[in-house]
C-alpha cells in the first residue's frame, strides 16, 4: 500500500490517503487504485479506474464526511453546516476529464445550517435529505420521507455547476420566495464556473 496526505486547496489535511493497485483491472487494460481516505472524524473508501483506451475514467466512493470537511468546500459561499453526509455507493463517470454520468446517494442527517445573502446572515434547522444522483452529471435532493424536491444541481459541459432552490427550501430556510409559486417549482438559480 502508498500512503500520502489529502488536502484540499491548500486548507486543512483532509486526512491520510491509502491506496493500492489492483492486478484484476490490468487483465482488463485498465489501471484502478484501490483508495482509502482516513482521518479522526471522516472514512472514505472507493476507487478510481482510468480506462484509456476509452478516454474513461470512473470514481467509485462510499463512507462518511462530516460537515467540518464539507464546510471547506463551502467557505467561499459563506454556508455553514452541521451533521453528517453519508455517500452511498457514489459512482462518477469522467470522459476526457468531465464528468458525464453519476450514480449513487448522499444523504445528509440535517440539522442546523448557517448563511450569508445579501449581507444578512440566516440560521435555520434542516431535516435529514437525501441527494439522488443520475443518470447525468447531476442531482435532486428530498427531504426523507418527503416527495418535494428541494434542490437541484448540474454540472454543465461549459464548466459550469447549476443549482436550482425550490420555493418548498425557501419555506424551511424560513424565507419564503415571494410570490405564489408551488412548492416544487424553482424560484432561484444560480450558475458559477467550477472547472
Same mark, same amino acid.
Not at 455547476?161 to 415571494?178: E, F, H, S
Given at each position: ?41 471522516d472514512q472514505l473508501s472507493g476507487a478510481i479506474e482510468l480506462a484509456p483506451w476509452q478516454a474513461a ?9 462530516t460537515a467540518v470537511t464539507v464546510n471547506q468546500w463551502l467557505l467561499p459561499y459563506h454556508i455553514d453546516l452541521s451533521g453528517i453526509f453519508?455517500?452511498?455507493?457514489? &459512482? ?54 418527503? &416527495? ?44 458559477? &464556473?467550477?472547472?
Open positions: 500500500d502508498l500512503i500520502g496526505i489529502a488536502r484540499h486547496h491548500g486548507l486543512h489535511p483532509l486526512g491520510e490517503l491509502r491506496w493500492r493497485i489492483s492486478p484484476a483491472a490490468l487483465l482488463r487494460g485498465s489501471l484502478r487504485y484501490d483508495l482509502v481516505l482516513d482521518n479522526a472524524i475514467t470512473r470514481i467509485e466512493i462510499s463512507g462518511a464526511l453519508t455517500l452511498e455507493n457514489v &459512482q462518477v463517470t469522467l470522459v476526457e476529464w468531465l464528468p458525464a454520468a453519476t450514480k449513487g446517494t448522499i444523504v445528509w442527517s440535517g440539522g442546523r445550517v448557517t448563511y450569508t445573502l445579501s449581507g444578512k446572515t440566516s440560521l435555520s434547522i434542516l431535516p435529514e435529505m437525501r441527494a439522488y444522483l443520475g443518470e447525468g452529471p447531476e442531482a435532486v435532493v428530498y427531504p426523507i420521507g418527503g &416527495q418535494t424536491p428541494l434542490l437541484y444541481a448540474e454540472l454543465l459541459a461549459t464548466g459550469y455547476a447549476k443549482v436550482g432552490i425550490t420555493m418548498r427550501l425557501t419555506r424551511l430556510l424560513n424565507d419564503p420566495w415571494p410570490g405564489g409559486e408551488p412548492d416544487h417549482a424553482v424560484v432561484l438559480e444560480v450558475e458559477e &464556473q467550477v472547472f
